[in-house]
């Protein structure tokens, strides 16, 4: 009886599932709400998560109830066995970052169809295994650290190649979250108000935390967080405030600077005075709001005013140039699958396991959740009428501005008009919308509009600027974060050559290292500020590439682990995410090399505007910075080349590394016998 | 109730705030015979040591 139940559900699962996704992908040219979406993205997950996740934990990596590294060493501070949903919850707090809020916002260029099925199939059969195999294969190394296992299972090559790898897409991903940053804030003084008032709020709750009342995180947090919800309205009052908001109108590169500065004394500084604390509010603030988009999404269904395929499929995209394949699949990144993952799925979570067996749901349910974030930003963003999509998220350097904005927009058939974005601009607070390019802004108005229809009309505004404080809350914590992670690795590898520089507390090198952090992603956030066609359109691309080459990484760590471990029937699990990833990954850095389309290839573009300033016929605030652009395109172009080097050579070193393998198998047991 | 008392309970787990309490457990249990860490004491060490390697990502 129970399993004729079970049938029946699992068949109805399927059957709406198909159902769903048929719907979506025959839609052409009909409109449909977000309820289809999400029908087939739970469906899909459910199938999933029971079926393919459940089939690999239980027959490829043969989870058992075998002690874990928390249960066998347990001292109380590392290595502590946790409740599973407490796990789950870390685990999830720290996989979920900026990344699928911007990447699909960006996607959505080429309508939703394409992001969808991405978000969807890449999350189900990549994503969710990687972070799976990956914590799997930590959990039973004492948690060791993807770098560890890299250098272990493949060799220095390998291990080298990871390091070099996660530096790389740290400063990458920096760089460009903080333009998205500056994009959100530059002559917004609400939401530059709002922002910097969230640093002296972290500081409050720091001093909280460690002085008046030790440990209360949760008493530090929830006035933080009232704090910054008062912030949101406070900077309205700046906003509307003659004096003030001069104080806080500032063009891109005084916040660009300012942000560097920011990230440097985070790196620098005790961490419960900024970083931690600041680490709380985001975190609470974040899950919160996902939660409240999700709730308010499934509420209200809202139609897609986007069409399921745009004209940009075909690489003429005005967000950032390159054809569907490969570009979506650089474009998203985080929502699908993220080589970030690794670093949090090996070294953190493992120590914490207290069943081995909850690894599926640790390691491949918080993926799948993560891809839903992923999902709502998509739907929040194809709600948006794609006119009025395409005018926020296109530089002035591609359409023009105002008027001719709205003229070139309408003429790919994407109707908007000045008025009606004066008037979106008016009700959300700002003094203008157009060319607020990296997804933070358009993602907002959004979610604005979705939230003060289930929440109660006549507050856009306010929710335009509490989702741009809740976007540049987490996207500081992830950069603040990530410089002083960036500083300590750092530290760790000059310290091979002179070993002072290893003492992560010896002062001088605290300040060297952070400093050549900093400079390094503040060059490229200078860099996409000064760039007239808005800077995403270089760095996104860049970072998706530098991601996916390090979840290949990770995938050829799992996969060597299979085969070594004698799992090499089920080399694919990993392998085929893998062959996927090289694929895309090496036609992406082709095109961004070779190409000679001067939107799309960095030595073709940096040709095409050497040619226009040796001619003369560049404007003067043009010509002024294209020196720079042309250095920068080049440096992009061999930077992109260095990551694919790097792919091919841990690929190599994973091909050898099984070869070797298969080699010792055969010869140990001829005539084919069984491992 | 017991469901308000399992989230609370969880709460305090997942963000750390009853992270001292757990600490003076484990403590008591395995090194009865030393003086545990002072509340503050603890939490700064504890969050020196997660704020050193990879916690947050993209």
Redesign the interface.
Known sequence: MASLGKWVLWSGVTGLGALAAGGIATAQGESINAWWLIAAAVCVYAIGYRVYGAWVATRVLLVDGRPTPAVRIDDGRDFVPTNRWVVFGHHFAAIAGPGPLVGPTLAAQFGYLPGTLWILIGAVLGGCIQDMVILFCSTRRDGRSLGQMARDELGPVGGGAALVGTLMILVILISVLGLVIVNAMKHSPWATATVTATIPIAVLVGFYMRGIRPGRVLEGSAIGVALLLLAVWGGGWVDHHPLLRTWFDHGPLPIAYAIMVYGFAAAVLPVWLLLAPRDYLSTFMKLGTVALLAIAIIWLNPVLHMPALTQFVDGSGPIFAGKVFPFVFITIACGAISGFHALVSSGTTPKLLTDERDIHMIGYGSMLLESFVALMALIAACVLEPGVFFAINTAPGVVGEGAQAVATISSWGFPVALDQMQALAREMGEATLFGRTGGAPSLAVGMASIFSSAFGQGLLAVWYHFAIMFEAIFILTTLDAGTRVGRFMLQDFLGNFVPALGRTSWYPSVLLCSGLIVGAWGYFLYIGVIDPAGGVNILWPLFGIANQILAAIALCVGTAILVKTGRERYFWVTGLPLAWLTAVTSTAAWQKVMSDDPRLGFFAGASDLAAKLASGVLPPEKAAVAPQLIFNLRLDGWLTMLFVALLWLILADTGRVCLRHWRRASAAMPAGGQA | MKALRGFWA????????D??E??LA??AA?HPDREPLG??E???Q?????????????
Do not use: I, N, P
């Open positions: 969880w709460l305090r787990a997942v963000s750390g705030d992270a001292y757990r600490y484990h403590h395995a509340r503050r603890f939490f700064s504890r969050q020196a040591a997660a704020w050193a390697k990879v916690k947050r990502c993209c």
